[in-house]
């Protein structure tokens, strides 16, 4: 589990990084022993390999311990989170298109359906537990640890849920969350999505929706989501169709992910490096990709002369070169490095 790249997540469990895993840029999420028991991480790992769907993301190996760190590999995402497309449009490179919007709104909801026919109920759904794949706008709902399996009103994890995306019922304690709470956020999620602003969660309900979404086709589907009264709510397998008819798709079908970055290409110092830059330091752009990663002093030596080891190259040039005036640079330098 070589190459980190940085952190692109962190919560109050651990962080998660970008990291190669197996050939394979990952999102390699990382949590001190001590927070989590083995059975609650058995657990989890039971529901990423139920919840096999193109619209959840995916566990790409075995749970392993490591510096006493749970090292849980999940399939990395190379797009954004709801949160960002919504409520940051400055930062977002969707192009927001009804086609677009569709795809996204099914996409997740189709993820939503394929869970709950698993009696598995996510208990945190919220724009940050979203992304959209750049190109394919595919929606992945991801951060399943406080998932939890539901039957016959028994469930197999703590009820810990963002309030902010949380039901009337649940927010006045008088049940757990369940499947239907789960719509209900949804729901609040696809109005938000739509809309282009956040709704203050105790206003939210049909008379809300229909004040913000107007005459929208998504309108009637996600008022019958939000109904504050459970028993008059809809479950997913009961409201999909509509929601298919609104945006005018069927069942969608995603081409193959890109493949990104999956081979480390031979001159690329930064994979060759024992403790690579982060992930975040910038790069001056007037640099070509070719000469970005070379030292400022080498990047006028030939290519055949800067893969040789600096100290090598100072003490014993390649014979060929042995004849020819020395390269104008100072030796002492290089044999400080």
Not at 68 to 73: A, F, L, S, V
Not at 230 to 251: F, N, W, Y
């Amino acid at each position: 589990m070589a190459f980190p790249t940085g952190t692109i997540a962190r919560g109050g469990f651990g962080k998660v990084y970008r990291q190669r895993y197996k050939d394979h840029w990952a999102a390699i999420k990382k949590v001190p022993h001590y927070l989590i028991p083995r059975k609650d991480l058995e657990r989890e790992c039971e529901v990423y390999n139920k919840a096999s769907h193109p619209n959840i993301v995916k566990l790409l190996g075995d749970i392993t311990l490591s510096d006493g760190k749970w090292i849980i590999p999940l399939e990395f995402i190379h797009g954004e989170d709801l949160e960002t497309t919504i409520f940051k449009a400055t930062k977002s490179k969707l192009q927001l298109t009804p086609s677009t919007k569709a795809i996204i709104i099914v996409g997740m909801c189709e993820g939503l359906l394929h869970l709950h026919s698993k009696d598995i109920v996510h208990q945190d759904l919220k724009p940050e537990n979203i992304m959209v794949e750049h190109g394919t706008n595919r929606a992945v709902i991801i951060d399943l640890g406080l998932a939890k399996f539901f039957r016959y009103g028994l469930n197999s994890a703590v009820n810990m849920g963002n309030e902010a995306y949380s039901p009337p019922e649940v927010l006045n304690r008088r049940c757990q969350r369940n499947q239907l709470s789960d719509v209900w956020a949804m729901g609040k999620i696809i109005a938000e999505f739509l809309a282009r602003i956040r709704l203050y969660t105790p206003t939210v309900c049909p008379a809300k929706i229909r004040e913000v979404l107007r005459e929208q086709a998504y309108c009637n589907p996600v008022c019958r989501m939000v109904e504050q009264n459970p028993s008059q709510r809809t479950t997913m397998a009961g409201i999909i169709e509509d929601l298919r008819k609104a945006g005018g798709v069927g069942r969608i079908t995603y081409p193959d992910p890109p493949k990104y970055n999956l081979d480390v290409p031979e001159n690329n110092d930064r994979g060759r490096r024992q403790s690579p830059r982060p992930l975040g330091r910038r790069m001056s752009r007037s640099m070509s990709p070719r000469t970005r990663n070379i030292p400022p002093m080498n990047r006028g030596i030939p290519p055949f002369r800067r893969n040789a080891s600096p100290v090598r190259r100072a003490i014993s040039p390649p014979h060929f070169q042995r004849q020819r005036a020395p390269i104008p640079f100072p030796q002492s330098r290089f044999l400080r490095r």
